[in-house]
């Protein structure tokens, strides 16, 4: 998951007190709803979206960000190899205060 985050790295930081790069930090994120940090300014699109971000959300949001949230700003193509979506998202559900139970 480290591995493939470096991929993300760019626009994100993912550790405790990481600050919002081009996108917002990622520290907590899993559990977390859409377009809810305070200090980031979101897409109206991502704001609007309201649902948490739960395995399932990621994973269909990481396939193709601009195909799950018609109007994100984010403007990653996805990530089409299912083994890299799901490590990536143990990685972001590993750095945080309250992961989310893996069923």
């Given amino acids: 998951g480290e591995k493939v985050f470096l991929k993300c790295a760019a626009c994100h930081s993912i550790g405790k007190g990481g600050k919002n790069k081009i996108g917002p930090s990622l520290w907590g994120v899993l559990g ?9 300014k979101y897409s109206k699109a991502m704001v ?6 739960s395995f399932e959300e990621m994973n269909g949001f990481l396939t193709n960000p601009k195909k799950w949230i018609k109007g994100t700003k984010m ?29």
Avoid: V
């Fill in 32 to 40: 977390r709803k859409a377009g809810s940090i305070s200090d980031y």
């Fill in 48 to 53: 609007a979206y309201g649902k948490s971000w």
């Fill in 75 to 103: 403007s990653f193509a996805g990530l089409k190899k299912e083994k890299e979506r799901a490590a990536i998202i143990l990685y972001m559900n590993n750095n945080t205060d309250n992961p989310l139970p893996i069923q």
